[in-house]
């Protein structure tokens, strides 16, 4: 496993700093989280092998306590992946798509493939393979009930490759796209809570305006 220093996270995306999905993350708020362990790799956390996927939310609960650890928060996820210096990705501010080899669907391969795809804080492949469960309720106001899942792989690369990326899973589903990977120590409690408010879905109404005759005269303008 990877120690995690105690620190400062910048957790979402400031605002007018894009890609960023606003109702689903944090507008770049600092939180100061302390240390923890993660595992370098998805599960089973050895290089060279393929990740454990099919598995739900509590599946992957119960094998992290079979070796004394737990799921990661995804605010923990969050800041493994940014690393000290709080980076978009977790090579960098700026995004390159071979170095994970995002910007497709979620294909699964051996741990450690690629050596660019870590983190400063020495964490590998959050992204490019499987999505990966946290322990971490979806609380941005809707999807009451389901849980969030962080990395993985979309056509969408830049905009799903940030370390920052979270999307909302029903915690009883299992996909060969979700995975997960451990941490341990105590738990850091703080979690993305915002407030989403959306008004009224828009309706089309199937009014159209009715056809209007137009003539006109030789030498006059135009007349309804």
């Known amino acids: ?8 996270l910048v957790a979402g995306t400031p605002p007018g700093q894009l890609p ?3 109702d689903q993350e944090m507008p770049g708020e600092q939180v100061i989280l302390k240390g923890f362990y993660i595992d370098v790799y998805p599960y089973p956390n050895e290089e060279g092998a393929i990740p454990l996927t099919n598995v739900a939310q509590a599946g992957a609960s119960k094998l992290c306590a079979e070796q004394d650890k737990r799921l990661c928060g ?17 090579y960098g501010n700026a995004y390159h798509a071979d170095r994970c080899g995002t ?65 909302p899973k029903q915690p009883g589903s299992s996909a060969a796209s ?16 915002l407030d989403v408010r959306r008004g009224p879905r828009l309706e089309a109404k199937g009014v159209v305006d009715k056809i209007t005759s137009w003539r006109r005269s030789p030498g006059l303008p135009w007349k309804r």
């Open 103 to 167: 910007g497709s669907e979620p294909m699964l391969k051996p741990s450690g493939l690629r050596v660019a795809c870590r983190s400063d804080f020495g964490v590998r492949d959050l992204h490019g393979g499987a999505f990966e469960w946290t322990a971490s309720a979806w609380g941005r106001g809707t999807e009451a009930g389901f849980f969030t899942v962080r990395g993985g792989n979309s056509p969408n690369g830049e905009l799903t490759g940030r370390c920052a990326n979270a999307e």
């Open 178 to 193: 979700i995975g997960f990977r451990c941490c341990a120590g105590p738990p850091n409690s703080v979690e993305v809570v």
């Open 20 to 22: 960023r999905l606003a």
């Open 1 to 8: 496993m990877v120690w995690i220093d105690p620190g400062p």
């Open 74 to 90: 995804e605010l923990e996820w969050e800041r493994a992946c940014k690393g000290p210096k709080n980076t978009t990705y977790e």
